[in-house]
């Protein structure tokens, strides 16, 4: 099917060059050579531009949480291949591969941690492993992370970096959407503020469920942020995008998003809005 043989450059291809192998790495943006040491030192941001990498779960965690607070639960919630679906290759072997590769159980890693002494549940997806899709088991993560925050009273963060619902699960990665979107509502009802932040790329079934449906939505600098990529949408509608189409600015300015925000900022910003919010 034409899904898995995209000739032109894809998202997950442009993520894997921005982390090359070695002691430096190349900005995607302005070409400049940074010292991984300096990169990790200024947030995985381009000293030179300010360009954000890519990073995934664990370095978020080192961002965002006190560190060493952060305990990752529901290690062991592993996805099974229940429709015995091959695209390209079978998803089991798909999933053993991403197991090796990525060193990553799932797309979504959950767990709970502090910011700046308070208790949070916290998420954060994984773009490296099978392109951050929500399966079921993403979704049944997302779930415990917000029923801890519902049994704990404590905030809820989650992170997203996807290409959208996994699709060697069919109607069954579809059905999450419908799951996370119900237990936020539960949070709502309590009184419990869900933060969501968007960093690049969050598009597909994600944005069109948890992704969009924070208390207050935080998206990083130049993110991509959709339902349907531009190209797609350019095909069906037959007319030329405006200028930084779906990037996180753009998607401000039109009101999808509360707030852009450096990730250098991001520990400070949470942890004044969960002060707000009332719950220091
Ligand atoms: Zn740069």
């Known amino acids: 099917m034409a899904w898995f043989q995209r000739t032109k450059e894809n998202i997950q291809e442009k993520g894997q060059l921005e982390m090359p192998d070695g002691l430096w790495a190349k900005c995607p943006e302005c070409s400049e050579v940074i010292f991984k040491k300096?990169?990790?030192?200024n947030y995985y941001m381009?000293?030179?531009?300010n360009f954000h990498f890519r990073i995934g779960s664990d370095e978020f965690i080192k961002i965002i949480l006190d560190e060493g607070s952060f305990i990752e639960t529901e290690k062991n919630v592993k996805?099974?291949?229940?429709?015995?679906?091959?695209?390209?290759?079978?998803?089991?072997v798909r999933l053993k591969e991403n197991y090796s590769k990525t060193d990553m159980n799932e797309a979504l890693t959950v767990g709970h941690g502090k910011i700046d002494g308070r208790q949070v549940s916290f998420g954060c997806m994984n773009f490296g492993f099978i392109g951050?899709?929500?399966g079921a088991v993403v979704g049944e993560k997302f779930y415990r992370a917000a029923k801890y925050s519902l049994?704990?009273?404590?905030?809820?963060?989650?992170?997203s970096?996807?290409?959208?619902?996994?699709?060697?699960?069919?109607?069954l990665s579809l059905m999450q959407?419908?799951?996370t979107s119900s237990i936020l509502s539960s949070l709502e009802e309590a009184n419990i503020p869900y933060i969501s932040i968007l960093t690049d790329p969050t598009t597909g079934g994600v944005s069109a469920s948890y992704g969009m449906l924070g208390d207050i939505i935080i998206a990083e600098p130049n993110a991509l942020i959709g339902f349907a990529g531009p190209r797609v949408i350019e095909q069906t509608i037959k007319r030329k995008l405006p200028q930084g189409f779906q990037k996180a600015e753009f998607v401000l300015e039109h009101g999808f998003v509360d707030m852009v925000v450096k990730r250098s900022e991001l520990k400070k910003t949470l942890s004044d809005l969960i002060d707000w919010f009332g719950f220091n």
């Open 151 to 159: 049994e704990k009273k404590v905030p809820l963060i989650i992170v």
């Open 177 to 179: 959407m419908a799951k």
């Open 46 to 49: 381009c000293t030179k531009c």
């Open 161 to 171: 970096a996807t290409g959208g619902a996994r699709m060697q699960e069919a109607a």
């Open 38 to 41: 300096q990169l990790e030192d």
């Open 132 to 134: 951050g899709s929500m």
């Open 79 to 92: 996805s099974v291949d229940a429709l015995n679906f091959t695209d390209s290759k079978p998803y089991v």
